[in-house]
């Protein structure tokens, strides 16, 4: 039963996935003035399908100088650390009720590192390289501040289970409660899947194409996949955490495609950081906030014990 829950899981995941990147074309293209994918079946809606099969179908080339197991492993080992985080996915029935679920989430999330590294490494490319030295460096520092936000929480909750964030959310939404937070964690979600404005791994006019230059195919594919499946689940523990977390309901569901459409819209807008002042928001803003954040989480969780225990 588990098994089954979970393919049914992964077919849902690979369709939302294609059709994410259909709407990201189509909303780039309406912003840019033009019309986005529409030749492929009504309205371009056949268009992911078409690109899926193209890219699953071309010749694969393998540099001359890469690690060739280690070169070919790797976007296997970045898509299964991509799935992995959707097993907290909280329906009824679930692949895993996990009472420590959002520690499993930092957990996973932490592991995307070493795909980025390996990937780098294993194509013998100096800009593959470089593309790799950059974004494990800027995921590592963003990391550090996104792990202090759900600390927060952890202590907000008292646990460390993503059901309870529904129960604590039934009346008020923590967006209210913590709206400075809310922006720096979608800052830091930004920069920890690598999207614009903090697109360094991919900085098309100083490295080509970044850690992923050596790819194509199938290969790139996988990557390409692993990073958007990445990025639809980011969206939906953002919606857990701040925006009520009633997972029965078609309004949760409309909020997460708000939150994807606002990742493609981010994209369309703000123009590339640059890479200095990216480390600088990470070190010297974002972490001092979080801090501060933390340590008035923690005043605010004992004075609810001491008024209990002066009321009892």
Known sequence: MYFMNFMVLLVFIMISVGFFTLLERKILGYIQIRKGPNKVGVLGLLQPFSDGEKLFLKEQVFPMNSNYLIYIICPFFGLVQSLFLWILFPYYINCLENTLGVLFFLCCSSLSVYSLIICGWSSNSSYSMLGCIRSVSQAISYEVSLSLILLSFFLLIDGYNFIQFYYIQYSLWLIFLCFPLVLVWLSCCMAETNRTPFDFSEGESE????????????????????????????????VLLFLGSDVNSYFFYIKVVFLCFFFIWVRSTLPRYRYDKLMYLAWKCYLPLCLNLLFYFIFLKSLCF???FLLS
């Open 306 to 308: 001491y008024h209990f």
């Open 207 to 238: 490295l080509v194409s970044g850690f992923n230059i050596e790819y194509g195919g199938g290969g790139f594919a996988l990557l390409f996949i692993s990073e958007y499946t990445s990025i639809i689940f980011l969206c939906l523990i953002t």
